[in-house]
């Protein structure tokens, strides 16, 4: 009996000293979250992300909240040599909270790492065959990028490819799961209008390249339905006046999605 009360009293020791733990952690993150947002992070939000400079001074406070709490929370890795500074930190942080504005949201709950490689990178699929990528998003909590094209992309906010948009829309996808251009909607009625609008569009788009036709969004999204809503929100993004001009049902179902009108920001 006093061998079982010893261990009771350590298992309750134990869960104490986890307790004050996690409560020390959480308001050591309250205090990192409350901090004035460092200058020099502002000035290379205001020269790597153009849009910053359109939005109201409410939404620019949620990118910076929303960039904080990502630099906070999110491990990055240097790859490839790659030696990390707060331009590439924080150019990839401000561009992955655009996808999160006004959407009362956590941010991107199921990342835990974000992997940097100086550019375009060899990987090896399932089937042990390689390929040369320039970014991927995994469902096991980590998205990979090539810096120069995530620069790239900052630099020309307008010719419909951005690396973080197109990669950080898969982590939307993939927080229910799956990876299927589907993520999870405002309500259980928004997905019968999401998958027919959708569908529709991502088939019109098939049938475009099949014939060698130009489209705004591009014919990468033509490969899958995944790749398809990551693309289109590329186009929602960075060419929507385009997007909303060919496809207004496909941009007004982004657009209730992710509660914002890019039109206003041009």
């Known amino acids: 009996m006093e061998f079982l009360h010893f261990i009771s009293l350590l298992v309750f020791l ?16 309250r205090r990192a979250l409350a901090a004035s947002f460092p200058a020099d992070w502002l000035a290379i939000i205001r020269q790597n992300v153009p849009p910053y400079s359109k939005l109201s001074a409410e939404v620019q ?8 709490e990502f630099l906070y929370d999110k ?13 590439i930190r924080v150019t990839i942080a401000a561009q992955a909270s655009l996808l999160l504005l006004n959407r009362k949201v956590r941010c991107y709950p199921r ?23 320039l970014g991927e998003s995994w469902q096991t909590g980590a998205v990979v990028l090539a ?7 900052a630099a ?18 993939q927080e229910d799961g799956s990876s299927d251009g589907a993520p999870i909607l405002a309500g259980r009625s928004s997905y019968t209008a999401w998958a027919r609008v959708l569908s529709r569009e991502y088939e019109r788009l098939r049938k ?35 997007l909303c001009s060919k496809h207004p049902e496909l941009y007004d179902e982004l657009r209730k999605f992710y509660q914002v009108d890019p039109r206003e920001w041009i």
């Open 111 to 133: 990342l835990y790492s974000v992997l940097v490689y100086p550019s375009a990178y060899v990987a090896r699929s399932e089937t042990d065959r390689e390929s040369v990528r």
């Open 14 to 29: 134990l869960l104490l000293l986890t307790a004050g733990m996690m409560l020390n952690r959480r308001r050591r993150r």
């Open 147 to 153: 810096w120069d094209s995530v620069r790239h992309g």
């Open 75 to 87: 491990n990055f890795e240097g790859c490839g040599g790659l030696v990390l500074d707060d331009e």
């Open 208 to 242: 475009r390249v099949d014939k060698g036709k130009n489209s705004v969004i591009d014919a990468y999204g033509a490969s899958h339905p995944a790749e398809f809503f990551a693309v289109a929100s590329e186009a929602f993004f960075e060419k929507p006046r385009q």
């Open 156 to 173: 020309n906010f307008a010719d419909g490819r951005n690396l973080v948009i197109h990669e950080f829309a898969h982590q939307l996808d």
């Open 61 to 68: 406070q949620q990118v910076r909240a929303y960039t904080q």
